[in-house]
């Protein structure tokens, strides 16, 4: 009974949810432009005050940077579960905003897609989680379990401020699952619950010979070129089967048969593949499906190389430097400490040592996965088949979420990444879209979710 | 006798040479800047001017470009050598002005140098030809040779003009010799005759994946990398002896024992080339020699490279495509053509089919090596002793110099190189200057071969 007055009021609901979401879209909260610091704050304020008036005790936690919101309702007692609702009210820059059919900040409802910067990633997600809440404090009186929102304001430019914060603060939060959308569905709509995060290194080598520029008629040869150098040493990355063939690189990877066999039960749509990364240059480590290679198997890709002249026409230069950007994407078992020092290692015993070699670590994450076995992941499945009207999909994600493994390392409890935005919503690009069907039936999800958070291990 | 009224008159006449050459080196004939057009042709008009009142024939013979100075005396007759000397009018430009000490087109005599723009590249050695030609017409009435002077304005630019002139007109010169002072003593200054220049094959490697820069989370390891790719291709330039491991690179390479073993006796102070150089990333080609590696081995050298993001900090995009210039230096016995065909083959068997592969050749000129026993070189060793005091040396040139290989096939004779200027000139660069006393004594040697160039061959 219950159950169905809280999806009643969620329908009953839907035109105020998306005329109160447009307001918060409103709000240009571009963490990366320091212009639009105070329109940060704002749409941590508005955050605030919205959770406010649902009824829960909410308040800004300041860091370094843009405050985090954190709110609770713990009203559900020490016998029911509690629950980490996790997300970010910041947004990417609108640029360019030319490109955009309709301004960004201006947001509207369009061929069944709300367009607007942040429709999807991420303010658009955690505002179902906040009519999800809503629904059941309005309907019942009371959430089914303990909540805390954690919302951040900086999860676009590095999430220093609450990993911080999750370092002092998560463990007493005492959570039993960690529920985060701000993913996707898989293609062609199929619902999607992401069981694996790559984690990253990133680094970037300089190789300087000493000098200036030098001509290469009157030196080449016996000047030694920092640019052939570092051809060199990038050159070595890979082996013929575009594996990586840095010394140790793939020990201790840990590829859970079970996740394994659910990606290789995948479907991907070749063809629909190509179109979205506009290329046809699909390849990678040999023995490989494109899904393993995209969400169970670790890289090393070159970001940027910049060595020497490149404007129009022959010059006959020996540069004095020559700089690349590279990163890996780490798999479960692989420490993105270790895997510095291995390229390091690998780099420096390839320069010759008349050269001057900076090799300096920019980033570092590490991988997460998910127990597929969780009982949280099994309790999330019968949802999405009853609300999207098909099963979902264990997915991969190639990307990193680096708050996901401090989450995971603090909270100390199972994550959910389950998401709604769909292939091609422009999440950083012009023309970010949410769907409308989604977005209601997403609610549903969430508010039956609330319900059925199970309760975490044995100790508490 | 009438030796002595030559070089008593260029004695007599030296303060009025420099102001004569400064008038020169004041026209800012820079062929490179478009703005300037009409100083590189007051440049010419002035040494047509001048060598007219010398008693030559002098015309501009216009080309597509910046015109020639042709001037001809025939009048030692049929049985007289014919000498071609060549040089050029046009200088660099004077970037970055604000580094000069003195203004670059207002010349001066400062520390024994004269300095200037042009003092030593090359207008200064092109007036000291002029003023041992005058001497020999002044003091004798006659010059001891026939004398075909070309000077052009396009030898910073690539010298087309001359090149066409010469393919179309440079076998009816027929000459006995080319003389060209474009060059410089050896280290400590040594006089030097320089043996051999090498050639060059200069190209651009673009691979591009099709498609925009893609996010390396999401798409790492399934989409092919362009950057990948090319540092794959050109770390597979080199061997672990810096040698070129391009299949086929150093057949046919025509290194004639007799230079070798001069270049062997050529003495190097290690210490001053690494001063020179700027650096102590001294090496290349294993077993041997820095003047082996400079003057008589080829190279692989990379220019310039370009791809991705090359900004600061971390970004993690997929570059889309991936460049790079880089040139060859090239020996006796190395075609350019077929260099540019084994290294575009090494390149297309590397690169992955499903990437687009632009190999492009950007400038390419032959090697040019004297014959280290031809009768005009043997001439100029004794001069050498008697005006500067040592004996010279053979020394080779690792740049190319386009138009001496053009000269050596069309006008066919010998080719003496035998410049004036000294290590540290700064010919390309601020504070330009010609040694005082190489430019005196220069003019005594110039004047004194003018009268000792040897017939060339039997066929005349």
Not at 37 to 53: I, L, Y
């Amino acid at each position: 009974v219950s159950e169905g007055a809280v999806h009643a009021y969620i329908d009953a609901g839907m035109d105020r949810f998306r005329r109160e979401l447009y307001d918060f879209l409103r709000i240009p909260s571009v963490s990366a432009d320091p212009a639009h610091a105070r329109d940060v704050r704002r749409a941590a304020e508005w955050c605030r005050d919205h959770v406010r008036a649902l009824g829960m005790d909410a308040r800004l936690e300041e860091t370094d940077g843009h405050p985090l919101v954190i709110a609770e309702w713990r009203g559900a007692g020490a016998a029911a579960a509690t629950v980490v609702v996790y997300g970010h009210y910041d947004v990417q820059p609108p640029d360019p905003v030319a490109a955009w059919t309709t301004p960004p900040f201006e947001p509207e409802l369009r061929d069944g897609r709300i367009h607007g910067r942040g429709a999807v990633d991420d303010k658009g997600q955690v505002f179902m989680h906040l009519k999800a809440i809503e629904a059941h404090l309005a309907a019942t009186g009371a959430l089914p379990a303990n909540v805390v929102l954690v919302l951040e304001g900086e999860e676009e430019v590095g999430s220093a401020g609450l990993i911080a914060y999750l370092r002092d603060h998560g463990a007493r939060i005492g959570a039993d699952a960690v529920v985060i959308s701000d993913t996707a569905l898989w293609q062609g709509g199929i619902p999607a619950i992401v069981a694996s995060l790559r984690g990253t290194l990133y680094a970037e080598l300089t190789i300087r010979r000493g000098g200036g520029e030098l001509h290469s008629g009157t030196w080449g040869g016996a000047v030694l070129n920092p640019a052939n150098e570092l051809a060199g040493v990038l050159g070595s990355f890979h082996d013929r089967d575009a594996r990586v063939a840095v010394a140790g690189f793939y020990d201790g990877i840990d590829e859970a048969p079970e996740l394994l066999a659910r990606v290789r039960r995948t479907p991907l749509d070749r063809a629909g593949f190509e179109r979205e990364a506009g290329t046809r240059a699909i390849g990678g480590e040999r023995g490989r499906s494109i899904l393993e290679r995209l969400w169970l198997r670790p890289t090393l890709d070159i970001h940027g190389i910049e060595s020497g002249y490149t404007g129009p026409g022959p010059k006959t230069v020996l540069p004095a430097r020559a700089t690349a950007k590279f990163s890996c994407r780490l798999v479960a078992g692989q420490c993105p400490d270790r895997i510095a020092r291995l390229l390091e290692r690998h780099v420096r015993a390839r320069v010759d040592a008349r050269f001057d070699v900076s090799f300096r670590v920019l980033a570092s994450a590490p991988p997460w996965q998910a127990d597929p076995g969780a009982p949280l992941l099994a309790a999330v499945a019968p949802l999405l088949k009853r609300h999207l009207g098909r099963d979902a999909v264990f997915v991969g994600d190639g990307g990193t979420i680096g708050v996901v493994p401090v989450l995971a390392s603090t909270v100390a409890a199972p994550i959910l990444l389950l998401g709604f935005g769909l292939p091609g919503s422009n999440e950083h690009a012009p023309d970010e879209w949410l769907s409308n069907a989604l977005f209601e039936r997403g609610i549903h999800v969430l508010a039956d979710l609330l319900a059925r958070i199970p309760r975490h291990g044995s100790s508490r």
